[in-house]
């Protein structure tokens, strides 16, 4: 168990360096293993990171852990996204718990696809990574996709998920039939 509390001069104790240093900046009295932080929505856990002139700056520096909100693929249409190709481009929202910021990957990246659930968590690397034109550019040498499953978030995208397949099975449109076809041709009106 690791613990932000103070203890000594160092004003940290180790297990919260040995956190620290693999880029988890959390907000003070926080008691959590590593595996409770990648399962848990880091708007509990998580200090501010992201600075609010996020746009202008050139760089983030790393290591930081921060977490998806939201993953889209931007180089496909929304049919074929559905093989969930690891060749895509991503525009991806990420957030240190407190504020936001938008990111591309410039190149595919183990473990990111479209089918990445919020509150996963993305590491920057110790060389930090480039902002250019408001987006964070994300690389396998300056991230790393570290998991975590948070309920809470996965289950109210998997609500949606499942809301939207029965709006599309039940209350879609009815099924397109070609002028000419035999399905056409039975039907028959009688007008009074």
Not at 119 to 136: H, W
Not at 139 to 158: D, H, M, S
Request: proline share 6%.
């Amino acid at each position: 168990v690791v613990s932000t509390q103070s203890t000594g001069s160092s004003g940290i104790n180790a297990e919260y360096g040995s956190l620290a240093q693999e880029g988890w900046i959390l907000k003070p009295d926080i008691t959590k293993s590593h595996t409770e932080l990648l399962n848990t929505d880091l708007s509990h856990v998580g200090a501010k990171i992201i600075p609010p002139d996020f746009a202008s700056v050139s760089s983030l520096d790393g290591p930081r852990i921060l977490q998806f909100k939201r993953v889209k693929d931007v180089s496909h249409s929304k049919i074929s996204q559905e093989n969930g190709s690891n060749k895509s481009m991503f525009r991806i929202t990420l957030s240190d718990g407190n504020g936001a910021c938008s990111a591309m990957n410039l190149q595919p990246i183990p473990g990111l696809s479209g089918k990445v659930y919020p509150g996963t968590k993305l590491r920057i690397t110790s060389g930090g990574a480039q902002v250019l034109g408001g987006f964070l550019l994300l690389t396998p040498a300056n991230c790393e996709i570290l998991g975590g499953r948070v309920e809470k978030l996965v289950e109210n995208i998997e609500k949606n998920e499942n809301i939207s397949k029965k709006k599309s099975n039940d209350g879609g449109p009815p099924k397109f039939v070609p002028f000419g076809s035999s399905a056409n041709k039975k039907v028959q009106l009688t007008f009074i």
